[in-house]
């Protein structure tokens, strides 16, 4: 099946920098999104983005479908920023569901 | 509001017990799905169900069960056979079109004793 790879898998920031999430998968797909787990255990979807570049605040995601990877861009960040960042892809070869990433876990401190 | 509530939040058990958590959505969803999260590590797909009264494998399905006899409900049987069933718990659901993202529900914390 297809593979999900998140770099880095661990990330601490000082409050206020800028911070880039890499997600590489192993085929092509129709459906990529991104996620943030936050200190509590509950998933928010962040962006679904399987090509193209899309922004929502301080938060932006592009995807090259093409060369299969994923960026998630963090601006300016905040303390709730903290957390883990799953990236999640369904393949084009079948009706299947998403496949996770094993995440980045994000510390911003103040 | 809209959305998916999964209960009880944190459940203790004696081993050997089976256990079912309870999953609900009014979200008109018809994919639902569980998976389980251990300590440091990603999510991993137990169980989904894409429409009423049809349900399939994940890639850990072993030592659970599930049924889906109403759109809203996905209820996860943890059985004595599971061998560490000790994890975070976490429902989704999504809607059929290809577009359509990912909702969770809060999840559940199962302590086997």
């Known amino acids: 099946g297809i593979q999900v790879e998140q770099s880095p898998p661990d990330l601490i920031l000082q409050e206020g920098a800028n911070s880039t999430l890499r997600c590489n998968f192993s085929?092509?797909?129709?459906?990529l999104q991104w996620f943030h787990q936050n200190p509590w255990g509950q998933l928010i979807n962040l962006f679904y983005?399987?090509?193209g570049t899309k922004q929502n605040g301080r938060l932006s995601a592009t995807t090259v479908a093409t060369e299969r990877y994923s960026l998630l861009y963090i601006s300016s960040s905040q303390t709730t920023d903290s957390g883990v960042y799953f990236c999640?892809?369904?393949?084009?070869?079948?009706?299947?569901?998403?496949?996770f990433g094993k995440g980045t876990r994000l510390s911003v401190i103040a | 509001d809209g959305g998916i509530t999964q209960s009880p939040k944190y459940l203790f058990r004696k081993e050997g017990q089976n256990v079912t958590l309870s999953c609900e959505q009014n979200?008109?969803?018809?994919?639902m799905y569980w998976y389980r999260q251990d300590p440091g590590q990603g999510l991993r797909l137990i169980y989904y169900?894409?429409?009423?009264?049809?349900?399939q494998k994940g890639d850990i399905a072993e030592g659970y069960s599930v049924s889906r006899e109403k759109k809203e409900s996905f209820p996860l049987t943890v059985t004595s056979a599971q061998k560490n069933p000790t994890a975070f718990y976490l429902c989704?659901?999504?809607?059929?079109?290809?577009?359509?993202?990912?909702?969770f529900g809060p999840g559940t914390r199962l302590t086997v004793l």
């Open positions: 989704a659901s999504t809607g059929q079109e290809s577009t359509d993202t990912q909702y």
């Open positions: 085929d092509s797909v129709n459906n």
């Open positions: 983005i399987p090509s």
């Open positions: 999640a892809v369904e393949s084009w070869s079948g009706n299947t569901p998403l496949v």
């Open positions: 979200l008109n969803h018809d994919a």
């Open positions: 169900s894409q429409i009423v009264n049809d349900f």
